[in-house]
């Protein structure tokens, strides 16, 4: 009889697929504030200052949460507690598992920038984003000019990343602020909306760029503060907030005036999206 040929099965190619999460060790908890907390996972990747991750919990959901850290060792999240997610995340703690995927979406374009004086503003939640481009101007300490930071909190107790603010004040110029000091208690920073420190700044326009995260209304004031100052559209990157879903530009949920928050933001730079957004 012939001798037949023996066919080797076929090696299986799996397919990268990138809806699927991977769980992530939890290294770090620390409570910043009653509704705000900042975990740290052992995520060895790259990924850049405000880009974010999806984070999901089996059986609870998913949500997206910016980057809050420039690491090559570590990823840091400061998750707000709103949603079902957040808020069942916020009960985990040290040596628990989280799964993410990620990182999506373009940041603040960093490298395109340097040599320019930068101007960072935030408020509230949104100071998370502009932690990790303080981070990332640390570990590019001579690419920048001056950098001066604007940062305002609702109250003394809901200040963010505390022993990060005291070196920043030492690294940088900051002006910090809080909205009201029920308390009364002496603190180190003004009693007023941080727009209200920003409109009394004297602000040179030239070879600078402006970083923005943080509420909607915040910022347009911002915008309007800025104009008046000889500030360009064209000079000014802001974080937007939209209800992100898919990540990958498929669902539609994130459009933003023919651009989608998840593949052409959240950072965008104002002239791109001024029509739609603040005006």
Not at 149 to 176: T, Y
Not at 188 to 214: H, R, Y
Not at 245 to 259: F, W
Not at 264 to 279: A, L, Q
């Amino acid at each position: 009889m012939p001798r037949t040929k023996r066919v080797e099965p076929e090696k299986e190619i799996k397919p990268c697929n990138p809806y699927l999460p991977k769980l992530y060790k939890i290294l770090k908890y620390n409570k910043e504030s009653s509704d705000c907390f900042l975990i740290r996972l052992d995520y060895k990747g790259s990924y850049e200052p405000g880009q974010f991750f999806q984070v999901s919990l089996p059986g609870i959901g998913e949500a997206p949460i910016s980057v809050a850290s420039y690491s090559s060792t570590h990823l840091d999240l400061n998750i707000r507690e709103v949603g079902n997610v957040t808020k069942a995340a916020a009960k985990l703690k040290k040596g628990d598992t989280l799964y993410l995927r990620g990182p999506y979406g373009k940041g603040y374009p960093m490298e395109k920038l340097f040599g320019k004086n930068l101007l960072i503003i935030g408020g509230g939640s949104g100071v998370a984003p502009l932690k990790g481009v303080l981070s990332y101007i640390d570990k590019h300490k001579d690419a920048y000019g001056n950098v001066e930071m604007f940062f305002g909190f609702r109250a003394p107790e809901d200040i963010l990343f505390k022993e990060d603010v005291k070196q920043w004040k030492s690294k940088h110029n900051l002006h910090l602020s809080v909205d009201k000091n029920p308390s009364k208690k002496k603190i180190s920073c003004d009693v007023c909306f941080v727009t209200n420190i920003v409109e009394k700044a004297k602000l040179n326009p030239e070879n600078q760029a402006v970083f923005m995260c943080g509420p909607p209304v915040m910022m347009k004031i911002l915008l309007g503060i800025l104009k008046n100052k000889g500030f360009q559209d064209n000079q000014i990157y802001l974080s937007t907030e939209r209800m992100m879903q898919c990540a990958m530009g498929v669902c539609g949920h994130c459009m933003i005036h023919g651009k989608y928050t998840c593949l052409d933001g959240p950072v965008f730079r104002y002239d791109e999206i001024k029509d739609y957004t603040y005006d």
